[in-house]
Each structure stands twice: as C-alpha cells, then as structure tokens.
C-alpha cells in the first residue's frame, strides 16, 4: 500500500510539473501576442516597391463595401493595424490582407476568413486560368497577433519571404 501511495505521488507530481511547463509555453505564445507588430503598411510599401515601375500592378485599398465583399466580417474586428490591397484589374492575382488583432479570439477567426478567400478564388472566383494558378500560391500566415493574407503571383516566395523577415 505505502509503495502505490508513493506511486500515486510521483505521478502526480509528474503530471503537475507537466502541466506547469505546458502553461508557460502557452505564456510564451501569449507574449508573442502582446508584442508589438512591425508596420505591416511598411512592409506592403517595401515589397511593392521592390518589383520595380515595370512589374508592379495597380492596386487599391479595400475599403467600406469593398472590404465586406472581399472579406466578410473582417471590419468588424478590433485592430491596431489593417492594411488590406487589391490588384485594380481582376485578372492580376495580387491581394494583400494584414491584420494586427487587439484579441488574441480573432486570430483563428480572421486565419479562416483569408483562407475562405484564398479558396473562393481558387474554385473560381478568380475566374481566369491563370489567375486562378496564382491564387493556389496565395498563403495566410500567422504571426502572434498579425494574420496575413499575401497573393503575389510570380512574386509570391519574395513576398512571403520578407514578411517572414519582419518577425525574424
């Protein structure tokens, strides 16, 4: 009996040391979160400008009713930064969505939402081939409180690439 009851304590203690470790790794994540994002309009600005006068699209800010049909709810979520550009011709697979979220809850809510887009296009919203064809590169990426959305067509690795630079 003293030998299970000696049992039963170890794997206690066992279990709350790993319970412990978990809760701060979680803490860790949460730190992320509460971090300060890099300017996401900056980084929009730098890649842009990366691709020179000859290959960069036209492209608008999505606002107002343009930002609920493109991304339905996306307005209604608390942020500290939101920078969201679209190619002005639609046959051009060019979309940047970032957000910096103020609630740590809206995270998985905005990932699904620029998913949703990502797959609205490639089911045919994007309606033409090759427009299509880019938008199966498009990626949402979270970082902490920062979800992005970036459709860069042939530019697609570059774009992600320096995005993931702003958190290294």
Do not use: H
Request: net charge negative.
């Amino acid at each position: 009996m003293k030998k299970l009851t000696a049992l039963l304590l170890t794997l206690t203690a066992v279990l709350s040391l790993a319970a412990v470790l978990s809760l701060a790794a979680c803490g860790g994540r949460q730190g992320d979160f509460d971090e300060k994002a890099p300017d996401l309009n900056q980084y929009y600005e730098d890649f842009m400008s990366t691709l020179g006068a000859d290959n960069t699209p036209a492209m608008m800010d999505l606002e107002g009713e343009f930002l609920d049909a493109f991304y339905p709810g996306l307005g209604g979520f608390k942020t500290r930064q939101l920078v969201v550009k679209a190619a002005a011709i639609s046959s051009v697979p060019f979309e940047f969505a970032l957000a910096e979220l103020e609630n740590a809850a809206d995270v998985q809510k905005a990932e699904e939402l620029f998913q949703a887009r990502i797959d609205a296009q490639v089911q045919g919203g994007a309606f033409y081939p090759e427009t299509i064809e880019g938008w199966k590169k498009a990626q949402v990426i979270t970082k902490g409180s920062v979800v992005a959305l970036i459709s860069a067509g042939d530019s697609q690795s570059s774009a992600v690439e320096a995005f993931e630079k702003l958190f290294a």
